[in-house]
């Protein structure tokens, strides 16, 4: 499966970016897909994920109210809505694909896109 994010950019605090992560390879439909961030000196962390039929989402409590994750399985997307950016939310910002269940652990994850960068200015 490859992994390709796109739509980071610059914002100011405040605004809304919308990230897209297109897939390829294998029924999209199959494979759980989260997004994760990593800003810089820190871990990397989960941000949303979302179940292979798009019916069941979690979200970090940081990000709880402010983004939304969602799928387009006819599309082989998933896309990650940000609204209300905060500097915070600054980092960069990686897709990945899950073959078995949605959820927050980074190692269940099998494949990773390359990352995009948001930066939120204050």
């Known amino acids: 499966v490859q992994v390709v994010e796109s739509g980071g950019g610059l914002v100011q605090a405040g605004g809304s970016l919308r990230l897209s992560c297109a897939t390829s390879?294998?029924?999209?439909?199959?494979?759980?897909m989260g997004w994760f961030r990593q800003a810089p000196g820190k871990e990397r962390e989960f941000v949303a994920a979302?179940?292979?039929?798009?019916?069941?989402?979690t979200y970090a409590h940081s990000v709880k109210g402010r983004f939304t994750i969602s799928r387009a399985n006819a599309k082989n997307t998933v896309l990650l809505q940000m609204n209300s950016l905060k500097p915070d939310d600054t980092a960069v910002y990686y897709c990945a694909a899950d073959r078995f269940a949605v959820g927050s652990n980074q190692a269940a994850y099998d494949y990773w896109g390359q990352g995009t960068q948001v930066t939120v200015s204050s």
């Open positions: 979302i179940s292979g039929r798009g019916d069941t989402t």
């Open positions: 390879g294998r029924t999209f439909s199959d494979y759980a």
